[in-house]
């Protein structure tokens, strides 16, 4: 059985599974953010692995600016975490709970 | 060749993903984020085997070398080791296998749908010529627009991490 | 000649009009101009009527108001005028007795602190009651048939600072609105069955022939107009109160306008009432007689000088309505004995009641006849006039009162032998209660200090009762009715005989009617000399004993409406109150509040504040919705 767009696409899901998994289970938020990462990128190779096997080289444009994005997110969710650190000593979900009425 | 290739880099790719996520033993937000690392590399080993060599190399420059770095300069600049005797809580847990598993269980009919849609063999170029022709001409508005993000994402972040004038 | 002699119609109409709006406008504080403004207008109007009525003018002129076209028809709406014998007549009526009283109530009202807006307020009335007498359409009809009931509202709490005038005004207004609105009914029903409103075209298809059950219905909606306006039971709780008014305005509205409104409109649209096979004259003839022997009945117990005029006056008025129904139960018969008498009462229900307002004035607004007495000595004018008026009044011969009301007695004798029964009755109660005032108040002991000081009333007041004794005592000669029933029947009324046969006429005519009505007055008489001739006290309480309580009560008609109201108006309240409490305030106010804070307690629950709860949710509902999506 040769390896197909099937194939990719189950390493995609079962990668993005794992992304979730991690989103709602650690409490740390950084570990959160890297499993938030973990998920674009199953994202990310399933859109490539579609481009590939469509014929069609748009998917490959669009894994580029989610890259792009990631980055730009990555760098403002980071200075986010600082910047609450430096407010609440704390970079714990359960301790961000302000949103509580 | 090549799918003894895809088998090994994907299954580095799942392993080092559940490690990223749950590493049963060692809890620290460092051991993640080199996990991340090996994870991103071997999804960037996966793009070269779908032919797309660019959004390779980006993957690697841009997550591997510039992202994780930020990560590990923030985790050692919130020296964050509470994590440490910190557990998951059971409930968080289950609750996360649950939509997890759930998830998957959706998308276990996208490869069947994906296999019946896309057959033959693949031969499309993921060159990087190709792809910057694409980016210059047809999108050139969104490319464009991206790199706004970029910057205002720069902006923002030395905003908020600059230490708060009291 | 004729042509522009109609138009002279309009010469009557308007000067009271321009003297109210003048007055209003200018004169408000100035007593005599306003009072010269009034007079004059009023002294014109009489004097067109005259030339109208001596020239014998007929026809109509109209000025066309509205005009709507709706798609289906034209409405039209005309301010037309009418002239013929029963307008005519009537012109004499109001404008004669209204300038008499107009030029009373100069004595009457010297150095009240508003005179110019009782003037005003005069001429607005005057105004209304011709335009009811010209109109000839439904629709200025209703608009001067509100007109005054506005003014009267006006004139009766014109001392308003007194609660009781003030009380009495609303009294008098509200329940004619209760009238108004079926008259209003009934007029919006002809205009809906015959698209027309004016009198003669209504008269022609009414007369072609309709459904058996619209005249009957129509003429009882319009009946309802005439019940409020003329005090009909059980809408004549007003009149009474209505005495709370200047003494002059209780005579206009007693005797020349109001209350004559409505039997007039009643006679003027008669058509209605003649369609054969319509239902209301029978209503008409019972609650006509049914008033006017309560009202008699209410008057031998009352104290005050003006209420027994007052019941005097809605017995008279029952009277009136009782011949109209009369009329109406045969076909082709004319209700010319309710005008005749609407006539003749006309001058001396005035004459009564200017003469009541002179005793009133000389005894410095002392109103209770038992602390009168001895008046006869002192106000002589006043006496003499006012016992002609009473003798016209009982109907003895050869006063004006006598024919008029033997009219209507022998009609009931050919119609109705038992409304008959009840019209004697009322004859011999009219004389006996007129004769008790008359025997306490001006000819028996004085019974208290004030007759001491009473004085004949200056000329300016005691003039008007001797020009309105003139008709009181002669108008039953004038041949009134023949000249009516030129109206109703052109032809007929031609051969009029003399004064001396119009004299005898009514026992030849109907020696029963006449020789019984006649009987029972001079009953009255007696028994009223026999009872009150040098009384200090009413000794009819002691005689009648429990009888005597509800006739001085008025039945207690006042205390059943004040009741009935009051209960009404608590039950829908406590209704309303209900429905506020239980339905809205409870379930829709409570329920929806309720409602969305039981929601809002339940939902808060769900809010843990936990970023991954959050999370957790949300891909759980995603996971729903593309569940949903694929259709599983």
């Known amino acids: 059985m040769t390896v197909g767009l099937a194939h990719y696409l189950t390493v995609s899901v079962v990668l993005f599974c794992l992304g979730l998994l991690g989103v709602i289970a650690r409490r740390n938020v950084v570990i959160v953010y890297m499993a938030l990462e973990l998920m674009l990128n199953a994202t990310n190779l399933a859109l490539v692995a579609f481009s590939r096997f469509n014929h069609n080289l748009e998917g490959q444009v669009m894994v580029f600016f989610i890259i792009t994005v990631a980055a730009a997110e990555v760098a403002v969710g980071l200075a986010l975490i600082v910047a609450l650190y430096r407010k609440r000593q704390t970079a714990h979900v359960e301790d961000l709970a302000s949103m509580r009425l | 060749m090549q799918d003894i290739l895809f088998y090994v880099f994907a299954a580095l790719t799942l392993v080092c993903g559940f490690l990223v996520v749950a590493n049963p033993i060692s809890r620290s937000p460092v051991t993640s984020a080199l996990f991340l690392v090996l994870t991103i590399v071997s999804l960037s080993g996966l793009f070269v085997l779908l032919h797309a060599f660019f959004l390779a190399a980006v993957q690697i420059v841009v997550y591997a070398g510039a992202a994780l770095v930020l990560f590990l300069f923030v985790i050692m600049m919130l020296d964050l080791k509470a994590e440490e005797r910190r557990r998951i809580t059971r409930l968080g847990l289950i609750g996360g296998g649950l939509v997890a598993v759930a998830m998957a269980w959706l998308f276990r009919v996208v490869p069947r749908e994906a296999a019946l849609v896309a057959s033959g063999p693949a031969h499309v170029e993921g060159s990087t010529p190709a792809l910057g022709a694409l980016l210059f001409t047809q999108y050139l508005l969104p490319f464009e627009a991206i790199s706004l993000v970029l910057v205002a994402g720069m902006v923002g972040a030395i905003l908020l991490s600059r230490k708060e004038p009291s | ?632």
Not at chain 3, 282 to 299: E, K
Request: hydrophobic share 55%; net charge neutral.
């Open chain 3, 1 to 632: 000649m004729h042509a522009a002699s109609t138009h002279l119609a309009w010469l009557v109409l308007l000067p009271p009009l321009g003297a109210a709006a003048g007055i209003t406008l200018l004169a408000l504080n100035r007593p005599a101009v306003s009072a010269r403004l009034s007079i004059g207008a009023i002294l014109a109007a009489f004097g067109v009527s005259l030339v109208l009525f001596t020239q014998g003018v007929e026809g109509r002129t109209a000025w066309t108001w509205l005009s709507i076209d709706d798609g289906r028809g034209t409405f039209v709406a005309e301010l037309g005028l009418r002239l013929d014998h029963l307008s005519c007549l009537m012109l004499l009526v109001v404008t004669g007795v209204g300038s008499v009283i107009h030029i009373y109530s100069l004595g009457y009202m010297r150095g009240d602190r508003s005179v110019g807006r009782y003037f005003a307020g005069l001429s607005l009335f005057s105004f209304s009651m011709l335009g009811i007498v010209l109109a000839d359409n439904f629709l200025m009809l209703f608009i001067c048939w509100e007109l005054v009931g506005v003014s009267s509202y006006l004139l009766i709490g014109f001392w308003f600072e007194r609660p009781a005038a003030a009380d009495a005004s609303k009294k008098a207004f509200l329940t004619n609105r209760l009238g108004d609105f079926g008259f209003l009914l009934g007029i919006i029903l002809l205009w809906a069955a015959f698209g027309t409103l004016d009198f003669a075209e209504l008269e022609q298809r009414i007369g072609a022939g309709t459904t058996p059950w619209l005249p009957s219905l129509v003429g009882l909606l319009i009946f309802c107009g005439a019940v409020g306006k003329s005090a009909q039971f059980p809408l004549h709780v007003w009149l009474p109160d209505a005495m709370e008014g200047p003494t002059p305005v209780s005579a206009l509205i007693h005797a020349a306008t109001m209350v004559a409104a409505g039997v007039y409109m009643l006679c003027r649209v008669f058509f209605v009432f003649a369609a054969p096979g319509s239902a209301a004259p029978d209503v008409i003839a019972w609650v006509g007689g049914g008033t006017a022997l309560l009202a008699a009945l209410i008057a031998v117990q009352q104290n005050d000088i003006k209420r027994i005029l007052a019941y005097s006056t809605l017995s008279q008025l029952g009277y009136m309505v009782l011949a109209v129904g009369l009329a109406g139960m045969a076909a082709g018969a004319h209700p010319v004995p309710a005008m005749y008498h609407l006539t003749t009462h006309a001058c001396f229900k005035a004459l009564l009641f200017l003469g009541a307002g002179s005793v009133i004035c000389a005894l410095r607004h002392e109103q209770d006849i038992w602390r009168m007495g001895g008046l006869a000595r002192r106000m002589p004018i006043t006496f003499w006039t006012f016992l002609a008026a009473t003798l016209a009044l009982c109907g003895i011969p050869p006063f004006s009162g006598f024919f008029s009301k033997d009219a209507i007695l022998a009609l009931a004798w050919e119609r109705q032998p038992v409304l008959l029964g009840l019209a004697v009755a009322v004859a011999f109660l009219t004389s006996f209660y007129m004769f008790r005032l008359v025997w306490v108040a001006f000819l028996g002991p004085a019974k208290s200090q004030a007759p001491d000081h009473a004085r004949e009333s200056p000329a300016v007041m005691t003039l008007p009762l001797l020009v309105l004794t003139v008709p009181s005592v002669v108008a039953g000669f004038w041949g009134i009715d023949s000249y009516l029933i030129e109206h109703f029947r052109p032809g007929e009324g031609l051969s009029a005989p003399g004064w001396l046969g119009q004299l005898t006429a009514p026992f030849h005519h109907a020696p029963v009617a006449a020789f019984s009505g006649l009987i029972a007055a001079l009953l009255g008489i007696v028994f009223a000399w026999r009872l009150y001739s040098h009384r200090v006290q009413d000794p009819l309480p002691g005689l009648l004993d429990a009888a005597a309580r509800p006739l001085r009560d008025k039945f207690y008609f006042d205390e059943f409406y004040g009741r009935l109201i009051a209960w009404t108006q608590d039950t829908l309240a406590r209704g309303a109150d209900a429905v506020d409490r239980w339905v809205i305030g409870g379930a829709l106010v409570k329920g929806a509040s309720g409602s969305i804070e039981l929601c809002g307690r339940l939902l808060r629950l769900v809010q843990t504040g936990s970023l991954q709860t959050y999370a957790f949710l949300f891909v759980l509902g995603a996971v729903v919705a593309i569940v949903l999506m694929l259709g599983w």
